[in-house]
């Protein structure tokens, strides 16, 4: 028995990484900053060929030292005297809880 490879997530990675697995055979998943893992971060083949329990899901931690913004959530920056904003100021906690469009920079 052996398992072929859970899709590639969109967030983090899992290792190793082959083109297929021995039943029992061990994958650990992680994530960077700021998500964290929701479900195991441990799968292993199981005897019917698929990784048990199931993928984990990443979610955010929230963005910055704040509570967590809810979707659809607006942001505004503004620059110190002297500097210039390159990209939109007022940026929107989207899907995927990722902020749409990039982070301005003042420059």
């Not at 983090?12 to 992680?30: C, D, L, N, R």
């Not at 929701?38 to 005897?47: F, P, Q």
């Not at 929230?62 to 607006?74: D, L, N």
Request: net charge neutral; aromatic share 14%.
């Amino acid at each position: 028995t052996h398992c072929d490879p859970p899709a590639a997530p969109t967030i983090g990675s899992f290792y190793p990484v082959k083109e297929t697995y021995e039943y029992s055979e061990v994958i650990q998943f992680s994530c960077p900053d700021p998500y964290t893992l929701n479900g195991s971060k441990s799968l292993s083949c199981s005897e019917n060929g698929v990784f048990q329990p199931a993928a984990p899901k990443f979610r955010s931690l929230g963005f910055g030292s704040r509570a967590p913004y809810t979707y659809k959530a607006t942001v505004t920056f503004k620059c110190n005297e002297g500097y210039r904003m390159k990209h939109s100021a007022t940026i929107t906690c989207g899907i995927n809880e990722l902020w749409v469009p990039e982070l301005p920079v003042c420059e």
